[in-house]
């Protein structure tokens, strides 16, 4: 069975970090597209963050850039996504998500992702 598995996230206040990772089961996360998404009450899902199944193309919303990394850990199977320099508007349920693809470029579609985590809620606030 495919699954994705979300661990980490939480309530920090402004300025702090968190870090969130997924574990893969039944596939080899590193042949996958891989990404991040959130989404806030009231509004619609959004894309954090992606990497194209070859590495080569990493994306991130710009209103991550510069505070979150992306990154794979081939060795353990897993995802992780370091948020620094969190903000109140950061305050959402976040989503892994992996596909086999393969895809390069823009890899931010969500519609493209088949396999989602089952989402973690990261609440910033003072």
């Known amino acids: 069975q495919l699954q994705l598995v979300q661990s980490g996230g939480g309530s920090v206040q402004p300025g702090g970090s968190l870090r969130l990772s997924c574990a893969a089961s039944g596939f080899t996360l590193g042949n996958y597209a891989i990404g991040w998404f959130r989404q806030a009450p009231g509004k619609e899902r959004e894309a954090v963050s992606c990497?194209?199944?070859?590495?080569?193309?990493?994306n991130y919303a710009d209103s991550v850039k510069g505070r979150f990394t992306i990154s794979r850990n081939n060795a353990n199977n897993t995802m992780t996504l370091q948020m620094n320099s969190l903000k109140p508007e950061d305050t959402a349920v976040y989503y892994c998500?992996?596909?086999?693809?393969?895809?390069?470029?823009?890899?931010?579609?969500?519609?493209?992702?088949?396999?989602w985590g089952q989402g973690t809620q990261i609440t910033v606030s003072s």
């Open positions: 990497i194209s199944n070859s590495g080569r193309s990493t």
């Open positions: 998500a992996a596909d086999p693809g393969p895809y390069e470029g823009y890899v931010c579609y969500d519609s493209l992702y088949d396999y």
